[in-house]
T-cell receptor, first 117, second 113 residues
């Protein structure tokens, strides 16, 4: 079975702290993604990566950074956590795209619930 | 911006078919339509995807209109465990070597006993 594992299921952090959310996939996928999910707003893309050391901004990158030093691991970093970053964070991965007609399935982790107080 | 439009909520009686609609009028020629569902507090789970033809697997059927501007996910015999939020998504145009999977707000399906 494919597996995307997020290191922490529930975290509580203080305002201003530096927060690391770790994600590991065991499927040798090239592409990895970080989303956040908030009530009424659905899933919103923060950052994604298509290769080691490569990263691209998603729709809401402000206040976040990412790191992809190894193919299987994609980290989301909150440099200085704020209360408006309280949310559920989802990591996902897919195979390298084989063209516009490819039907890659995106696999998600179980989510990390972050509360910033 | 989300490229799909779904009703915010639906109810379905247990044992009946649940038909979840999705509009994706700006879908481009060779882009797939994907369906996922999310049960409370879990990550989204893949259900099915399709391009032009109708698709069926062990979980559901996907009906795509001929003009590809809309689709319907069918759960043939809904159970209480199918209560979830269902997302219809398409991929954004290729950016920097990969596609962005853009999720909207989904349809909250409640299966009633």
């Amino acid at each position: 079975d494919v597996k995307v594992t997020q290191s922490s299921r529930y975290l509580v952090k203080r305002t201003g702290e530096k927060v690391f959310l770790e994600c590991v996939q065991d499927m040798d996928h090239e592409n990895m993604f970080w989303y956040r999910q908030d009530p009424g707003l659905g899933l919103r893309l923060i950052y994604f990566s298509y290769d080691v050391k490569m990263k691209e901004k998603g729709d809401i990158p402000e206040g976040y950074s990412v790191s992809r030093e190894k193919k299987e691991r994609f980290s989301l970093i909150l440099e200085s956590a704020s209360t408006n970053q309280t949310s559920m964070y989802l990591c996902a991965s897919t195979n390298r795209d084989r063209g516009p007609s490819s039907g890659n399935t995106i696999y998600f982790g179980e989510g990390s619930w972050l509360t910033v107080v | 911006d989300a490229k799909t439009t779904q009703p915010p909520s639906m109810d379905c009686a247990e044992g009946r078919a649940a038909n979840l609609p999705c509009n994706h009028s700006t879908i481009s020629g060779n882009e797939y339509v994907y369906w996922y569902r999310q049960i409370h507090s879990q990550g989204p789970q893949y259900i099915i995807h399709g391009l032009k033809n109708n698709e069926t697997n062990e979980m559901a059927s996907l009906i795509i209109t001929e003009d590809r501007k809309s689709s319907t996910l069918i759960l043939p015999h809904a159970t209480l465990r199918d209560t979830a939020v269902y997302y219809c998504i398409v991929r954004e145009n290729k950016v920097a070597g990969t596609y962005k999977y853009i999720f909207g707000t989904g349809t909250r399906l409640k299966v009633l006993a």
